[in-house]
Nanobody, 125 residues
Framework: QVQLVESGGGLVQAGGSLRLSCAASGRTFSIYAMGWFLQAPGKEREFVAAISRSGANTYYAGSVKGRFTISRDNAKNTMFLQMNSLKPEDTAVYYC??????????????????WGQGTQVTVSS
């Protein structure tokens, strides 16, 4: 089993920044890719960013590319999402996810096996 706990969400003005963290515990040695997804009110959960096991490969949704940066510190079993130039449309609950498969469909929910409880990000205009 793997447990994931997000932190770092909050309220920020448009143009501001936030840094989300996702701490993993349990069988962390079994984790391959990790990712971030968001779910806005009344909408389905959607892909934000993902990172390979080594951190060498990163993937972004078009809406966040150039503004968000995903990273991970495997020694500390923690993944991060640095969010800059935030917009009101970034408002959502952000979830971190971990996958146990080496080559998953990394932009899809089915590519992940464990999920955190989510952290709220609210961007005011």
């Amino acid at each position: 089993q793997v447990q994931l706990v997000e932190s770092g969400g909050g309220l920020v003005q448009a143009g501001g920044s936030l840094r989300l963290s996702c701490a993993a515990s349990g069988r962390t040695f079994s984790i391959y890719a990790m990712g971030w997804f968001l779910q806005a009110p009344g909408k389905e959960r959607e892909f934000v960013a993902a990172i390979s096991r080594s951190g060498a490969n990163t993937y972004y949704a078009g809406s966040v590319k150039g503004r968000f940066t995903i990273s991970r510190d495997n020694a500390k079993n923690t993944m991060f999402l640095q969010m800059n130039s935030l917009k009101p449309e970034d408002t959502a609950v952000y979830y971190c996810a971990a996958g146990l498969v080496e080559f998953p469909p990394i932009r899809e929910e089915r590519g992940y096996d464990y999920w955190g409880q989510g952290t709220q990000v609210t961007v005011s205009s």
